[in-house]
């Protein structure tokens, strides 16, 4: 697949979404047909193969709490972190008292902490809970009230649901398309289901889209991954540790947590707990497996399942979204965990723009539309937005929110704009050059290089050991899903982590450039072993030396094969989006002392270079927490120094896409 440039287009009703907006956002907050919400607890929907999954309803009611029988469009939320805890977040939340306190109360923290913010940022999480974001992850009592069923549903294996934990595999997607055609057949459905949701609920939307149930008529994914294996997994060959133990343990404990209600009333139900001793520990043994397995010939059948391509989780893990044709509003972030998925989700989806939508936050997993308000030159409420989506979809109503994009993007640090597509037309693609000359922007670093448009004349090598300072990095915020991000001396300014890196960076731009799309890291590089880790990111350098993380991507260098008929390449042949293949047959050990050539492919972006500014290319040879080396290919690498060979023949580059070259 080529890259060109593209014509741009006009778009109509901006970022805030003009008069159409306030009139979703009046609709969403009322007044509503509806005075209260009737909630069913634990309802049991009967699997095709005989497992139970539990569900809360949540249906319109009158003012005196009963259901109304109106038919309403029905919502679906497949959760696996029990449906207690939506419970309680709705309840807390939207409360008529608890509620408005709890905005005022995180608005008062954001304003003590505004003092402070060069040791912490706490509004990073207060601006989610104040601007609606939580909603899309619990039950939006206001959607329900406007005319909406909203269902929650344990998926199997976890809350209350019966049946062992299947991790986005096949079993659980068939669950998700029998639930949607169990909610369209009851009585107080008018047969049109949308799916809702963030991150496990979004990834479930996905895949339940990707089969095209005929009473699926929207979705509206928050923070959806569409590869798992290259999102949190395993990106670029080495395991997720900053995210995966820590979401597999709340997953795991979750799910042992028993009904207590039914305990007291004697309906317990005892499949139930025989399947949870059956199966307490889902995906451990694959865990320890990738961190204690001493070597390649000793990888055990649970784990070779995930470096093969045809085994059932690689094949249950891919979005196919190639195949959905369901109206789909996708909502992400620059830096969060599934960042790798969601541009390349949008584009494979085959709708027009307007029927498909792309919203691109920059900040990370937890921090769920945050900064969202629909004042300043800010999108709509993700909650508003959601309504509107449902709205239009399931209801008919011609409120504008397809005109409404289709691209909703927020420049990294910067402002939000309206685009036709991403990444945006107009790019150009091109190559700087990575060379020993002293930039003297960067003398804490290990060195400190130039980016250039020639390629420099230099021979020798530059090293740069294994080190632990990404754990202080953007990237180490982003796998810990922006609980690092809290410490803005870490996600916002790479210095303390550049300690550890080789630096390469340009003279300052003389005018302001847009950067948007992929980048590709090509090195020239040796080992003194069979194996290594390289690690790269693309940095806005500030004149007063603050260097912030644009992109950043990494690969361990026996897996550096990637799929040509996946990957993106520009023009000229540079490949700028490598899918690597990340399987154990497709391994090359580098031969030590011999040069070999790695691409390392950084996640997409959107970012302004303001003149005075510079761009920069961080190189690292680790990258904690966001990924250790699998335990065999670690042993391999024997965290031994890696070098870039410079060669003039051979030249290192980051192939980059700007609105204007760089001269």
Not at 495 to 516: C, D, G, K, Q, Y
Request: charged share 20%; with cysteine.
């Amino acid at each position: 697949m080529v890259i060109g440039v593209a014509p741009a287009g006009a778009t109509t009703l901006g970022v805030s979404g003009g008069a159409p907006a306030k009139r979703w956002a009046g609709s969403h907050d009322g007044p509503h047909p509806y005075a209260g919400v009737a909630i069913t607890w634990d309802v049991p929907i009967r699997m095709s193969d005989g497992t139970v999954l539990r569900a809360n309803i949540y249906r319109p009611a009158d003012r005196n709490g009963r259901a109304v029988t109106t038919k309403t469009p029905t919502v679906v939320n497949m959760m696996p972190y029990t449906k207690l805890i939506t419970a309680v977040a709705a309840e807390v939340t939207q409360h008529p008292v608890l509620g408005p306190f709890l905005i005022q109360l995180v608005t008062a923290i954001g304003q003590v902490a505004t003092p402070i913010k060069g040791l912490a940022d706490i509004t990073e999480l207060t601006n989610t809970a104040r601007d609606g974001g939580a909603r899309n992850f619990a039950v939006d009592y206001d959607l329900v009230r406007s005319g909406y069923t909203q269902i929650v549903v344990d998926v199997r294996g976890t809350g209350f649901s019966q049946g062992k934990w299947d991790v986005f595999q096949s079993r659980e997607q068939a669950d998700s398309v029998e639930v949607i055609n169990w909610a369209a057949r009851q009585r107080w459905s008018t047969g049109k289901v949308g799916m809702s949701g963030v991150s496990y609920s979004a990834i479930n939307q996905i895949q339940a889209a990707n089969k095209n149930p005929a009473a699926l008529k929207a979705i509206f994914p928050v923070e959806a991954g569409g590869d798992l294996l290259r999102d949190i997994v395993a990106p670029g060959g080495a395991l997720g540790v900053g995210f995966l133990p820590l979401w597999l343990t709340l997953v795991n404990t979750t799910k042992m947590v028993p009904n207590v209600g039914s305990l007291l009333n004697g309906t317990f139900d005892w499949k139930w707990l025989a399947d949870r001793v059956a199966d307490p520990f889902t995906f451990y043994p694959q865990l320890f497996a990738a961190l204690l397995t001493p070597d390649i010939k000793s990888v055990p059948p649970n784990l070779k399942a995930l470096l093969e391509n045809g085994s059932e989780p690689r094949q249950s893990w891919q979005d196919n979204a190639e195949k959905i044709t369901t109206p789909t509003f996708l909502y992400g972030g620059w830096f969060d965990l599934f960042t790798n998925s969601e541009v390349r989700m949008y584009n494979k989806i085959p709708l027009p723009p307007g029927k498909k939508q792309l919203m691109m936050g920059d900040g990370y997993h937890l921090t769920i539309g945050g900064g969202q308000t629909g004042r300043n030159g800010t999108p709509p409420r993700l909650d508003v937005l959601q309504k509107a989506w449902f709205d239009k979809w399931l209801k008919g109503i011609d409120n504008g929110i397809d005109k409404y994009g289709p691209a909703t993007l927020k420049q990294v640090g910067d402002a939000w704009i309206s685009a036709d597509q991403f990444p945006r037309a107009g790019m150009a693609r091109q190559r700087l050059y990575l060379g020993d000359r002293r930039s003297g922007t960067a003398p804490y670093a290990v060195a400190d290089g130039s980016l250039t448009t020639k390629a420099p004349a230099s021979h020798g090598r530059m090293t740069v050991s294994p080190g632990v300072l990404t754990l202080c990095s953007r990237d180490g915020a982003q796998q810990t899903a922006g609980a690092t991000a809290l410490f803005p001396w870490c996600a916002k300014d790479a210095r303390i982590s550049e300690h550890n890196a080789l630096t390469f960076t340009t003279p300052p731009m003389t005018r302001t450039r847009s950067v948007s799309g992929y980048s590709n890291v090509r090195l020239n590089t040796v080992l003194d072993a069979t194996d290594g880790y390289w690690t790269a990111t693309l940095n806005d350098v500030a004149p007063d030396g603050t260097s912030k993380v644009l992109s950043s991507g990494q690969v361990m260098v026996s897996l550096r094969n990637y799929d040509k008929s996946r990957s993106q390449f520009a023009p000229n042949g540079d490949v700028i989006d490598p899918f690597y293949t990340l399987t154990l047959s497709s391994r090359q050990r580098a031969v030590p002392g011999r040069p070999v050539a790695v691409d390392i492919g950084l996640l997409p972006t959107e970012a302004l270079i303001k003149p005075g500014h510079r761009l920069r290319v961080d190189v690292f040879a680790m990258n904690l927490p966001r990924g250790l080396p699998l335990r065999p290919l670690l042993n391999e690498s024997q965290l031994k120094p890696q070098h870039i060979q410079l060669d003039p023949q051979n030249p290192s580059f980051v192939n980059v896409p700007v609105s204007a070259p760089i001269t």
